[in-house]
């Protein structure tokens, strides 16, 4: 298999757009530096190849007028800080033929074809240097093709991202943007001038737990895999069950499919990669805030609103307690997210003296950066994104893919693209945990 005749342009804007540094939010400048793909697949459009790619860029040229930020560069200013130069420099568009079929893809499962179709980052360049959207469409033998979208997590979000994939699919289509996005990002810089100190302690931002008796070195070093997991509405409505019948949650309402389900990776992590009953883990779940805020965020805020949260326990602890108990130790520390508690991370991470501390870059080889691998999980929600339904004017996509998310212990949690009810789950873990983590996972969801 073999990807030929690639070639790389840059589209900018169609017109002139603002110009200078914008400011970014504290949100926007921590966690995580890399760029994050999805993938949509389509079949054979109507139009001839050379017209589908026209129209391509010349739609994404003119959505760029209103997202430019996308078409700027990062630039570095002082105390590890990062703003976007909107330089219009524009956002790199690479076109590519693959000598396959669409039908040799197994689409659903993760394949060995991703990396030739999804574009890399070159991280040996500069940040000044990176276009912040890397995008590729792939022509098959059969005339399908894939678009890979792959977005810096430092300007959007999951749900900013979609945003502007979805309005450049309506301009492709021939319509006018729907909803423009707010580019203020000021509406997330708390505290100016700053507020009394917090309440909170911000313990989240401390390292994870490391396994016991073993460098994080050695599980670094691992090699890593995807699965794809399905749960049937079935098995989703039997842990739901399951996390309400064994506790009773305090507040109010019972246990979410996300918290159920979270729960059950969780423990499943646990007890696939043989902890010690007291190995200390944590499970990182990303919360969206827009609605969290007093008042809520703009509809259309376009950047990172969104925190990190941990929630910490013992393997032994999550293991021999029922799944209610755990999905409550979830339940809890999600609902910690209120307007005070996100005002007080940002405040929090303003007062630091240097920001690049709290950024995962990656690939990362340093030994000293926090590891979020085993013994720790990410259960990543994706379940209020509207990730189907990229129509650029050709059909609906065929197949959407949330490209490759390959470190240990992240996860994403997704709808089915049937529409049943049934749910995905995007797994990476330790190519040596894997089949044991299957295994238990279902098995004792058959046990309940
Ligand atoms: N459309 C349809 N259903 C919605 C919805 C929406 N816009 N918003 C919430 N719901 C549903 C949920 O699916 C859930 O129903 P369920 O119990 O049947 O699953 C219920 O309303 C409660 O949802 P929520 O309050 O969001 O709780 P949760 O436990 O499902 O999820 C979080 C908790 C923290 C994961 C979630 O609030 C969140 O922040 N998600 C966004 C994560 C994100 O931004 N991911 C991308 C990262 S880049």
Same mark, same amino acid.
């Not at 400011?23 to 994050?36: G, M």
């Not at 507020?195 to 090699?223: A, C, D, T, W």
């Not at 003296?353 to 990656?362: A, C, I, K, T």
């Given at each position: 298999?073999?990807?030929?005749?690639?070639?790389?342009?840059?589209? $900018?804007?169609?017109?002139?757009?603002?110009?200078?540094?914008?400011?970014?939010?504290?949100?926007?400048?921590?966690?995580?530096?890399?760029?994050?793909?999805?993938?949509?697949?389509?079949?054979?459009?109507?139009?001839?190849?050379?017209?589908?790619?026209?129209?391509?860029?010349?739609?994404?040229?003119?959505?760029?007028?209103?997202?430019?930020?996308?078409?700027?560069?990062?630039?570095?200013?002082?105390?590890?800080?990062?703003?976007?130069?909107?330089?219009?420099?524009?956002?790199?568009?690479?076109?590519?033929?693959?000598?396959? &079929?669409?039908?040799?893809?197994?689409?659903?499962?993760?394949?060995?074809?991703?990396?030739?179709?999804?574009?890399?980052?070159?991280?040996?360049?500069?940040?000044?240097?990176?276009?912040?959207?890397?995008?590729?469409?792939?022509?098959?033998? #059969?005339?399908?093709?894939?678009?890979?979208?792959?977005?810096?997590?430092?300007?959007?979000?999951?749900?900013?991202?979609?945003?502007?994939?979805?309005?450049?699919?309506?301009? #492709?289509?021939?319509?006018?943007?729907?909803?423009?996005? #707010?580019?203020?990002?000021?509406?997330?810089?708390?505290?100016?001038?700053?507020?009394?100190?917090?309440?909170?302690?911000?313990?989240?931002?401390?390292?994870?737990?490391?396994?016991?008796?073993?460098?994080?070195?050695?599980?670094?070093?691992?090699?890593?895999?995807?699965?794809?997991?399905?749960?049937?509405?079935?098995?989703?409505? $039997?842990?739901?069950?399951?996390?309400?019948?064994?506790?009773?949650?305090?507040?109010?309402?019972?246990?979410?499919?996300?918290?159920?389900?979270?729960?059950?990776?969780?423990?499943?992590?646990?007890?696939?990669?043989?902890?010690?009953?007291?190995?200390?883990?944590?499970?990182?779940?990303?919360?969206?805030?827009?609605?969290?805020?007093?008042?809520?965020?703009?509809? &259309?805020?376009?950047?990172?609103?969104?925190?990190?949260?941990?929630?910490?326990?013992?393997?032994?602890?999550?293991?021999?307690?029922?799944?209610?108990?755990?999905?409550?130790?979830?339940?809890?520390?999600?609902?910690?997210?209120?307007? &005070?508690?996100?005002?007080?991370?940002?405040?929090?991470?303003?007062?630091?003296?240097?920001?690049?501390?709290?950024?995962?870059?990656?690939?990362?080889?340093?030994?000293?950066?926090?590891?979020?691998?085993?013994?720790?999980?990410?259960?990543?929600?994706?379940?209020?994104?509207?990730?189907?339904?990229?129509?650029?004017?050709?059909? $609906?996509?065929?197949?959407?893919?949330?490209?490759?998310?390959?470190?240990?212990?992240?996860?994403?949690?997704?709808?089915?693209?049937?529409?049943?009810?049934?749910?995905?789950?995007?797994? #990476?873990?330790?190519?040596?945990?894997?089949?044991?983590?299957? &295994?238990?996972?279902?098995?004792?969801?058959?046990?309940?």
């Amino acid at each position: 298999m073999k990807v030929f005749n690639k070639t790389s342009c840059m589209v $900018k804007p169609s017109e002139e757009t603002w110009s200078g540094n914008l400011t970014l939010s504290e949100l926007d400048q921590t966690s995580v530096l890399n760029h994050v793909p999805t993938l949509y697949f389509y079949k054979q459009p109507s139009e001839d190849w050379a017209s589908v790619v026209r129209t391509l860029k010349s739609s994404l040229s003119s959505t760029l007028v209103h997202f430019y930020p996308l078409a700027g560069r990062l630039v570095n200013i002082d105390r590890g800080r990062l703003e976007i130069n909107c330089n219009a420099i524009g956002v790199e568009f690479i076109e590519a033929y693959i000598d396959i &079929k669409l039908s040799d893809l197994d689409t659903f499962l993760h394949s060995p074809v991703y990396p030739k179709i999804i574009p890399e980052i070159d991280h040996k360049l500069s940040i000044e240097e990176i276009p912040l959207l890397v995008l590729q469409v792939t022509r098959f033998v #059969c005339g399908g093709f894939s678009l890979a979208v792959n977005i810096s997590h430092v300007v959007v979000d999951g749900q900013s991202a979609l945003h502007f994939i979805s309005e450049w699919a309506r301009v #492709c289509r021939g319509e006018l943007i729907e909803s423009p996005p #707010c580019l203020d990002r000021k509406v997330l810089r708390a505290g100016d001038p700053p507020r009394p100190s917090s309440m909170y302690e911000h313990e989240e931002f401390g390292p994870p737990p490391v396994l016991i008796n073993q460098s994080s070195k050695s599980e670094r070093e691992q090699e890593t895999m995807v699965s794809m997991l399905t749960l049937t509405s079935t098995q989703v409505e $039997k842990l739901r069950n399951e996390a309400n019948r064994s506790h009773k949650s305090e507040m109010g309402h019972g246990f979410t499919r996300y918290e159920a389900i979270a729960s059950h990776i969780w423990r499943t992590s646990s007890k696939a990669r043989k902890h010690l009953s007291e190995q200390p883990t944590t499970l990182a779940i990303c919360v969206d805030v827009r609605n969290r805020m007093m008042p809520p965020l703009p509809q &259309k805020y376009f950047g990172n609103a969104i925190v990190n949260m941990f929630v910490t326990g013992y393997s032994g602890e999550i293991l021999s307690n029922p799944l209610g108990y755990v999905a409550s130790k979830i339940r809890e520390v999600i609902n910690k997210v209120d307007d &005070k508690y996100v005002n007080s991370v940002i405040e929090y991470l303003k007062n630091q003296e240097d920001l690049s501390q709290f950024r995962d870059l990656e690939p990362t080889n340093d030994d000293e950066a926090p590891f979020y691998g085993n013994p720790n999980m990410g259960v990543i929600s994706w379940l209020t994104l509207p990730i189907y339904g990229a129509d650029f004017g050709w059909g $609906k996509e065929i197949h959407m893919n949330p490209g490759t998310h390959d470190s240990d212990g992240g996860s994403l949690l997704l709808h089915g693209q049937n529409g049943d009810g049934s749910l995905v789950v995007a797994l #990476c873990l330790q190519v040596r945990h894997m089949e044991d983590f299957k &295994k238990a996972f279902y098995q004792d969801i058959d046990m309940i």
